[in-house]
């Protein structure tokens, strides 16, 4: 159930960390982190972290956030509203099972998503229109070196959402 | 072995070997009552500024719905919360209370967790449901008012803490069971380090240990913390069969708990709160004195204090409901970490007493290698052999 439905709540389960955190056998950890640049319509774009960005929220939530509504979409696609993929039984047993990480850009979850990015503009970039946010991935690398840890970091796409889409 | 020795040996482990008074039982009800008021009340309050688009639930009863919960929903489970724990504090329609404690949590946290994160403090919504068929509303309640005094002096076997020491074990053996089987063992991998450090660099959540210790490119550290996480883990289910190693894992697992705490940021609170179950409060140095203070000071006037109490308490409530605010805030410390805290220091305590109380209590560890069967004959050897502290082994045998 578990690998076809995800992990069911309640179930008599504690966290299991899997996997290796991104260490690698190398020695090196590969992460990905965001960050979340406001673009004004004039002005410098203001650069906030995942932790600004989230900051309303619980922290617990913040990676899961991050991974499920705010990674760059497949190739070649924008946000901009398309259809439900969820079919299928399990989602008639459970009509809103994995619905926002699964169908990110039908018209509810565009329309949430703009307006709660507006509310967050609003707030941190209380001083300017904010035209759109672009998410900007990174993975990081992180290995010891001379007794430090140091850190490289490379662009891993980015997710641009347009504020100023309004429909007719 | 013949099946009615296994048998026999289940039913030992079910009804015997898990000890406790009721006195134990009703001090942990109110302090469980407690740690849950200061630390849940309410839950669920940020859903409300939470977006739709963010809305995707692991299968659960927010499954069953393709909205994000209204707020009135939280609210009015938040409020039924807060009167079934003030019910199980008071002891009043205890098993009732209990059991509608555990219901809601689960119900809350359902709701809370429509993000697609799961919390996995389940254990906090479980407790109560499992010890509402314990008796421990039977001392220190409302519902001991009246009634003829029962025996809650005497240790009794309780089949609901060993059912609580299965699920623990069971709950943690899964967490150890996926670290297993995800590579936690490759010494050319070391896990801890590599979760350590998106939880410091990704989630922000920057703690001094966690800076020093990520300086360190250690294979043995490293590779230890690994090891030494996953045996734990796994060794809780067949830990659950046996109280004494159940309760050293117990006071281990504190100890972990605080690690933590003190790299991760992360409190775990839920799950001291649950080990707390298995404490002897009532065999606890100077509990002999508080409770002697206590009832002379409040040897007339303890129903006023009380209800004065209550009263206070319950305006808290209200005032926590309405503002959103966390009960906690409201608590001159920081409850869940006062907690983990305080289970260091009673798992320190049950080991410290374990081991000196090893060599002078001659007779218990030849009677246990004799087998059980000796000691099912004798209810005091019972007593004596599962004992949590050389005090109340003492006592027991006066």
């Given at each position: 159930?578990?690998?076809?439905?995800?992990?069911?709540?309640?179930?008599?389960?504690m966290?299991?960390?899997?996997?290796?955190?991104?260490?690698?056998?190398?020695?090196?950890?590969?992460?990905?982190?965001?960050?979340?640049?406001?673009?004004?319509?004039?002005?410098?774009?203001?650069?906030?972290?995942?932790?600004?960005?989230?900051?309303?929220?619980?922290?617990?939530?913040?990676?899961?956030?991050?991974?499920?509504?705010?990674?760059?979409?497949?190739?070649?696609?924008?946000?901009?509203?398309?259809?439900?993929?969820?079919?299928?039984?399990?989602?008639?047993?459970?009509?809103?099972?994995?619905?926002?990480?699964?169908?990110?850009?039908?018209?509810?979850?565009?329309?949430?998503?703009?307006?709660?990015?507006?509310?967050?503009?609003?707030?941190?970039?209380?001083?300017?229109?904010?035209?759109?946010?672009?998410?900007?991935?990174?993975?990081?690398?992180?290995?010891?070196?001379?007794?430090?840890?140091?850190?490289?970091?490379?662009?891993?796409?980015?997710?641009?959402?347009?504020?100023?889409?309004?429909?007719? | 072995?013949?099946?009615?020795?296994?048998?026999?040996?289940?039913?030992?482990?079910?009804?015997?070997?898990?000890?406790?008074?009721?006195?134990?039982?009703?001090?942990?009800?109110?302090?469980?009552?407690?740690?849950?008021?200061?630390?849940?009340?309410?839950?669920?309050?940020?859903?409300?500024?939470?977006?739709?688009?963010?809305?995707?639930?692991?299968?659960?009863?927010?499954?069953?719905?393709?909205?994000?919960?209204?707020?009135?929903?939280?609210?009015?489970?938040?409020?039924?919360?807060?009167?079934?724990?003030?019910?199980?504090?008071?002891?009043?329609?205890?098993?009732?209370?209990?059991?509608?404690?555990?219901?809601?949590?689960?119900?809350?946290?359902?709701?809370?967790?429509?993000?697609?994160?799961?919390?996995?403090?389940?254990?906090?919504?479980?407790?109560?449901?499992?010890?509402?068929?314990?008796?421990?509303?039977?001392?220190?309640?409302?519902?001991?008012?009246?009634?003829?005094?029962?025996?809650?002096?005497?240790?009794?076997?309780?089949?609901?803490?060993?059912?609580?020491?299965?699920?623990i074990?069971?709950?943690m053996?899964?967490a150890?069971?996926?670290?297993?089987?995800?590579?936690?063992?490759?010494?050319?991998?070391?896990?801890?380090?590599?979760?350590?450090?998106?939880?410091?660099?990704?989630?922000?959540?920057?703690?001094?240990?966690?800076?020093?210790?990520?300086?360190?490119?250690?294979?043995?550290?490293?590779?230890?913390?690994?090891?030494?996480v996953?045996?734990m883990e796994?060794g809780f289910?067949?830990a659950?069969?046996?109280?004494?190693?159940m309760k050293f894992l117990l006071a281990v697992a504190c100890l972990f708990h605080l690690g933590v705490?003190?790299?991760?940021?992360?409190?775990f609170?839920?799950n001291v709160?649950a080990y707390?179950?298995?404490?002897?409060?009532?065999?606890?140095?100077?509990?002999?004195?508080?409770?002697?203070?206590?009832?002379?000071?409040?040897?007339?006037?303890?129903?006023?204090?009380?209800?004065?109490?209550?009263?206070?308490?319950?305006?808290?409530?209200?005032?926590?409901?309405?503002?959103?605010?966390?009960?906690?805030?409201?608590?001159?410390?920081?409850?869940?970490?006062?907690?983990v805290?305080?289970g260091v220091?009673?798992g320190?305590?049950?080991?410290?007493?374990?081991?000196?109380?090893?060599?002078?209590?001659?007779?218990?560890?030849?009677?246990?290698?004799?087998?059980?069967?000796?000691?099912?004959?004798?209810?005091?050897?019972?007593?004596?052999?599962?004992?949590?502290?050389?005090?109340?082994?003492?006592?027991?045998?006066?």
């Amino acid at each position: 159930m578990v690998q076809v439905l995800g992990e069911p709540y309640p179930g008599i389960m504690m966290p299991g960390f899997p996997g290796s955190g991104g260490y690698h056998e190398d020695g090196t950890v590969r992460v990905r982190s965001l960050e979340a640049v406001f673009v004004p319509t004039a002005g410098e774009p203001r650069t906030f972290s995942q932790q600004e960005l989230l900051g309303d929220l619980p922290i617990c939530m913040h990676n899961t956030i991050a991974e499920s509504f705010l990674t760059p979409l497949a190739e070649g696609r924008t946000f901009e509203e398309s259809a439900s993929i969820r079919t299928g039984i399990r989602f008639r047993l459970f009509p809103g099972l994995h619905a926002g990480q699964l169908d990110r850009t039908t018209p509810e979850n565009v329309a949430s998503m703009t307006s709660w990015l507006r509310d967050r503009a609003r707030k941190l970039v209380p001083d300017g229109t904010v035209d759109r946010v672009e998410i900007r991935w990174f993975e990081e690398t992180y290995r010891h070196e001379h007794g430090r840890l140091t850190k490289e970091r490379e662009p891993a796409g980015s997710l641009v959402i347009r504020l100023g889409v309004t429909k007719p | 072995m013949n099946l009615s020795r296994w048998t026999q040996k289940i039913d030992f482990w079910m009804f015997e070997s898990y000890r406790t008074t009721g006195k134990d039982l009703a001090v942990y009800r109110i302090l469980f009552a407690l740690c849950v008021i200061f630390t849940r009340v309410p839950s669920a309050g940020w859903l409300h500024y939470t977006p739709q688009a963010f809305f995707s639930p692991p299968p659960s009863l927010a499954a069953l719905s393709t909205t994000l919960p209204p707020e009135s929903l939280i609210i009015g489970l938040n409020v039924l919360l807060a009167l079934s724990l003030q019910m199980l504090l008071l002891g009043y329609r205890t098993q009732l209370a209990s059991l509608a404690t555990g219901l809601l949590l689960l119900t809350i946290n359902s709701f809370g967790y429509t993000i697609g994160h799961i919390n996995h403090d389940i254990l906090i919504a479980l407790t109560p449901v499992i010890m509402a068929f314990s008796g421990w509303g039977r001392a220190y309640s409302l519902d001991a008012l009246g009634k003829v005094k029962a025996d809650i002096d005497t240790p009794e076997g309780s089949w609901c803490l060993a059912l609580l020491a299965l699920v623990i074990g069971i709950a943690m053996f899964t967490a150890g069971w996926v670290k297993l089987t995800s590579g936690w063992f490759n010494p050319r991998i070391h896990s801890t380090m590599g979760h350590l450090l998106i939880n410091y660099a990704v989630i922000g959540r920057h703690t001094w240990l966690a800076e020093q210790l990520l300086q360190f490119d250690s294979f043995w550290l490293w590779e230890s913390a690994d090891w030494i996480v996953t045996i734990m883990e796994l060794g809780f289910l067949v830990a659950a069969f046996n109280p004494r190693w159940m309760k050293f894992l117990l006071a281990v697992a504190c100890l972990f708990h605080l690690g933590v705490w003190l790299m991760y940021d992360i409190v775990f609170m839920p799950n001291v709160v649950a080990y707390g179950a298995f404490v002897s409060y009532t065999s606890l140095p100077f509990s002999e004195t508080v409770a002697d203070f206590v009832r002379r000071r409040f040897r007339i006037a303890w129903q006023t204090t009380a209800a004065v109490a209550m009263v206070g308490l319950a305006l808290l409530i209200v005032a926590a409901l309405v503002t959103g605010k966390q009960m906690g805030m409201y608590a001159p410390f920081p409850v869940d970490r006062a907690v983990v805290v305080l289970g260091v220091v009673f798992g320190c305590g049950y080991v410290a007493a374990r081991a000196s109380s090893l060599g002078t209590a001659n007779a218990e560890p030849a009677l246990l290698k004799s087998g059980s069967r000796e000691i099912r004959r004798d209810p005091a050897l019972v007593s004596l052999a599962h004992a949590p502290t050389l005090a109340q082994a003492v006592r027991h045998t006066v």
